[in-house]
């Protein structure tokens, strides 16, 4: 494979990678994130924060926690992703 093939190549998946990116947001934005879990959310490197994420669209959801199920979060060994489902009760 030449270099220009290569190159044209990495436009390809990168448009791809695009298209998708868009579909996924899509999703996302039209999921109602009924079930989520506890996970740690990166904000910048090295930052983490304890944050819902939804088990169905795997979105971060910006809603902290409540106390007890951070507690629980804390209890399990799972490296960040909590194990426990949460239904959502707000929809």
């Avoid at 695009?18 to 910048?44: A, D, M, P, T």
């Amino acid at each position: 494979m030449t270099e220009q093939d290569t190159k044209k190549r990495i436009e390809e998946i990168n448009a791809q990678i695009e298209v998708l990116n868009e579909e996924r947001k899509e999703l996302q934005k039209n999921c109602n994130h009924s079930k989520y879990r506890i996970g740690l959310f990166s904000w910048r490197i090295g930052c983490f924060d304890p944050r819902r994420i939804c088990n169905i669209c795997d979105e971060i959801l910006m809603e902290e926690p409540t106390k007890e199920e951070y507690d629980q979060f804390k209890a399990e060994d799972n490296l960040g992703q909590g194990k426990k489902e949460y239904k959502n009760e707000s929809n």
